[in-house]
């Protein structure tokens, strides 16, 4: 994410905050008009999006094993049906 996109989505995120009461609408009209992005945040934003990356491998990873267990289930019911 970039300053641009990031101001963009602070422009957007402000655009819906209308009900906020007054005295925390300056609050955080004063925060989002700040410039530069703390370095915490970005770290923060780092981290999530490896996390994100790996949760997107592991449902990848299950979604294979799901189908395995499937054709498995399937080749044992058959192989039953057979049988009998």
């Known amino acids: 994410m970039n300053k ?5 989505l602070i422009d957007e ?7 906020v009461p007054g005295s925390h ?6 925060m989002a008009n700040q410039r530069g992005v ?3 945040f970005v770290s923060s934003i780092k981290s999530l999006e490896g ?5 997107r491998i ?8 799901l189908e395995a267990t499937r054709r ?3 080749n044992f019911r058959m192989a039953l049906e057979d049988q009998q």
Not at 13 to 19: A, H, L, S, V
């Open 4 to 8: 641009e996109q990031f101001q963009q």
């Open 38 to 40: 703390p370095a915490s």
């Open 13 to 19: 995120i402000m655009e819906t905050m209308g009900d």
């Open 51 to 55: 996390s994100l990356g790996a949760v």
């Open 72 to 74: 498995e289930r399937d």
């Open 58 to 65: 592991i449902l990848q990873y299950l979604m294979f094993e």
């Open 25 to 30: 609408m300056d609050l955080l009209s004063r």
